[in-house]
């Protein structure tokens, strides 16, 4: 169906990102259990269940992959009362998955270059002082250290020696065994576009929490919920094993407070300039999805409309400027340690 462009838009931080977050957290949370928020442990919704045949049959059709592990039978989609949309079972794709997916993405470094300009990053870098020591976790070619050139940066990947920069400082260390080693040793920790990726946000959240001083902060950056990625049907990019949970302002409110940290700001961003494809697709397609759901379904007018709206997609992203009253993508979280 043409997607693959929407999908080098959106993944260079996410999976690659992923697969060094593998871990089990020393902050001593609780186990994620399908039905609960993965935030506050409360009860949740149940919107809508997707099949494994559907799930599979939208990865193979839009881009030419399987989805690894396989997924459950039926996946839950779910929406908790701080307003995260969640899926559980929660399933994060393999490295076959990835390795697959962005052979695909990746042709002409398109994945890589859209992780270069992210809507988080000039408010994340506005935060950031001369002589900070920063953690950017799922860092990718590191980009985000170009905006803080007077900070002491740190940054962990799965796989450093893929990038061509190699004067900036990203590593190949888990998460986990990095706040273990580094507690309490940054002023800011900060992840773009990641937390969406993993099975247990709260856990990732809390060993971030771990690496920061006392009146440090945490910045989380994330897809919203709702916007014209989630008005787009069927679309799997945003589905398991890729998103694992949609975020909203008060969803990332409840993560701060369930880690004790004092929410400084939170904020909806638009998509930006180099990266209207979603916006588009998600304004043209001639069936939308509503923000309450259903968002998945094996309709023959769903698979129509996707495929529409990836064909005017391209053409509006091609000829048009993103209008500067586009809707947000985005959220962004800033909070600070006590």
Known sequence: MGLRRAGAERGAGGPWARRALRRVSAAGLPA???????????PATLVQEVSATLLRGLWRRTFKVDPTPPPPVRTGIYRSPCGLVFFAPAQEGDGAFYEALYR???????????????????????????GDAVLEVGAGAGAFARLVPGACYVGLDPNPGAYADRATDVRAESLADHAEAHPAAYDAAVAFQVIEHVADPLCLAADMARCVKPGGLL????????????????FVFNAPPHHLSWWSESAMRALAGRLGLVVEETRLLPPVQAQPL??????????RARPEGPWFA????????LAVAALLG???AALLPLPRNAAPMFVLLVARKP
Not at 32 to 42: L, M
Not at 219 to 234: H, Q, R, Y
Request: aromatic fraction near 6%.
């Open 32 to 42: 994620v259990t399908p039905g609960t928020c993965p935030i506050t442990g409360e």
């Open 104 to 130: 695909r993405l990746d042709a002409g470094g398109r994945v890589r270059a859209a992780g270069r300009d992210r809507a988080e990053y000039p408010d994340a870098a506005a935060r950031i002082r001369a």
């Open 219 to 234: 910045i989380l950056g994330a897809p919203v919920w709702p916007s014209a990625m989630t008005a787009i049907p069927d």
């Open 278 to 287: 979603i916006h588009w697709m998600g304004r043209l397609a001639p069936i």
């Open 298 to 305: 094996a309709r023959r007018s769903w698979y129509a409309s």
């Open 314 to 316: 391209r053409i509006a």
